[in-house]
């Protein structure tokens, strides 16, 4: 459900990602994550034209070491994403980075990420999902993020992650949040799908998004 914000407009004057001059609007998530058709009235929020550049190589390279992760190979011939194996195809040196971190322990496929790129795409997609869900700021660092696969998270890891305890401050008021709060009539921030099987995110005051893409991996970013 396409939800409109009526929180303080001030938090919109400024990157999501930076707290600077904002002169662009970018993706959150970015379509690169996404499968055609696009869903209709995707978040979008204010970015500098700086943030809306420099991550997305970091964008790409995750998107492609997911999509070769969840095929067990990098040859683009037998990449299901038309969009993926076009990258794949046209990026030799991005492919071969990704297959130089591909190893095999027996019959077992492993990859090894970077993870300081892959935190960085965690931490800014957390960054989007803050002002757009909470219509809250959080341009600085996070003090906690991580990123792992879901099926890592032990069974009382992965429920805490899945149904986190709703904390006793309320989503801003006006802010989609607050919204979704109301229509659900529940007592706990309801996940947001934006494209089921593909990308969902739950955002909680405090500040704590947790991010979940292609059903594979779980993305947590917290400020406080």
Same mark, same amino acid.
Request: proline share 8%.
């Given at each position: ?60 390279? #995750? /998107?492609? !070491?997911? *999509?070769?992760? &969840?095929?067990?190979?990098?040859? =683009? $011939? ?71 696969? #879901? /099926?890592? !998270?032990? *069974?009382?890891? &992965?429920?805490?992650?899945?149904? =986190? $305890? ?59």
């Amino acid at each position: 459900m396409a939800l409109q914000t009526y929180g303080d407009e001030r938090s919109l004057l400024y990157c999501a990602f930076c707290g600077g001059e904002t002169g662009t609007r970018d993706h959150c998530p970015s379509k690169v994550f996404l499968e055609r058709p696009f869903p209709e009235d995707l978040p979008v929020v204010p970015a500098c034209g700086q943030c809306n550049a420099k991550f997305s190589s970091d964008e790409e390279y #995750l /998107a492609c !070491l997911l *999509e070769c992760v &969840l095929t067990g190979s990098t040859d =683009p $011939e037998v990449i299901l994403r038309s969009s993926i194996k076009k990258t794949l195809q046209h990026s030799p040196a991005l492919r071969s980075r990704i297959e130089q971190s591909r190893t095999l322990n027996g019959d077992q496929t492993i990859f090894v990420p970077e993870y300081d790129r892959v935190l960085s795409i965690v931490t800014k997609l957390a960054q989007g999902h803050a002002l757009y869900e909470l219509h809250e700021a959080c341009p600085s660092s996070p003090d906690t993020v991580w990123a792992t696969p #879901l /099926a890592l !998270l032990s *069974e009382p890891d &992965l429920l805490e992650f899945e149904r =986190p $305890e709703y904390p006793s401050i309320w989503p801003e008021v006006g802010s989609r949040a607050m919204q979704r709060l109301i229509i659900d009539g529940q007592p706990e921030s309801p996940w947001v799908v934006v494209q089921p099987g593909i990308y969902r995110y739950l955002a909680i005051p405090g500040t704590a998004v947790h991010i979940v893409i292609h059903e594979y991996l779980a993305g947590y970013a917290c400020w406080g």
